[in-house]
């Protein structure tokens, strides 16, 4: 037999009926009902978050998340096919020449990424290189010092 969801029933004794509360003064539930006198608690739903007045947790938290390193490396990065449509054959590319055509706004170090193509040979003298970018660089008769 397949037992099904109609099927299934608490065992004996085990469902027990609500507790009637606020039926008058002489029951056991009557009067403030198990609430106790006044308080928030007594008259009516406790907003999410309240705790009795003092500050809640959320307003005293710093109003700005997240967190920076200050160990950590941001580098401006450019992509080989920029330094195929900006440099010439033999050129050498550094960071100031990258900063002075204007193709690398941000300071600090600079490093080359592989998207797209290049043909032209470069030398290429900047601070960190790509696998992918070194490997066009010098597949196009390149250096990467």
Do not use: C, W
């Amino acid at each position: 037999m397949v037992i099904k969801l109609h099927h299934l029933k608490p065992n004996e004794g085990a469902k027990k009926d609500k507790k009637r509360v606020a039926r008058g003064d002489r029951g056991r539930g009557g009067k403030t009902a198990g609430r106790g006198t006044k308080g928030t608690g007594a008259r009516g739903t406790v907003p999410p978050g309240f705790e009795g007045g003092q500050l809640p947790l959320q307003r005293r938290q710093p109003k700005l998340g997240g967190f920076n390193n200050p160990n950590r490396v941001e580098y401006a990065i450019i992509n080989v096919a920029k330094l195929e449509a900006e440099f010439d054959d033999g050129d050498e590319v550094t960071p100031e020449t990258l900063r002075a055509r204007g193709l690398v706004k941000a300071k600090g170090p600079v490093k080359v990424l592989g998207h797209g193509d290049l043909s032209t040979a470069l030398t290429v003298r900047v601070d960190k290189l790509s696998a992918s970018a070194e490997a066009k660089i010098t597949d196009a008769g390149g250096t990467v010092a």
